[in-house]
């Protein structure tokens, strides 16, 4: 967390960049998620499109598919969405897309 801080303190932003990626892989809360100007809490584009379809209730098969993506690339959205969202079910990161407004109309599937 302090590192965290240092790094935004100073506009570290290459720092700041690896101090969460570093957290994000050791699943720590370092106060990063917090919702961003955009709504976004950190997500990616394709993470903000993984999530609308996760929030529609697409399995990660459908997920693929949609995104012509493979199963496995998938799942690691999700499980990188999870993990930048601070929750622990794909049913909460759903309700997270809803209070952020990422929840919107899907394409097919």
């Known amino acids: 967390v302090a590192a965290h801080r240092t790094a935004e303190r100073l506009g570290a932003a290459?720092?700041?960049?690896?101090?969460?990626?570093?957290?994000?892989r050791g699943r720590l809360d370092i106060g990063v998620g917090t919702v961003e100007g955009d709504g976004s809490v950190g997500l990616t584009p394709r993470e903000r499109e993984v999530l609308r379809?996760?929030?529609?209730?697409?399995?990660?098969?459908q997920i693929a598919d949609a995104l012509y993506i493979s199963r496995k690339t998938a799942s690691v959205h999700v499980s990188n969405i999870l993990t930048k969202l601070g929750v622990h079910s794909r049913g909460e990161a759903?309700?997270?897309?809803?209070?952020?407004?990422?929840?919107?109309?899907?394409?097919g599937g």
Do not use: F
């Open 14 to 24: 290459p720092l700041r960049s690896r101090v969460e990626a570093l957290a994000r």
């Open 94 to 107: 759903a309700a997270s897309a809803r209070r952020l407004g990422l929840d919107g109309a899907v394409d």
């Open 53 to 61: 379809l996760v929030a529609a209730g697409r399995s990660n098969k």
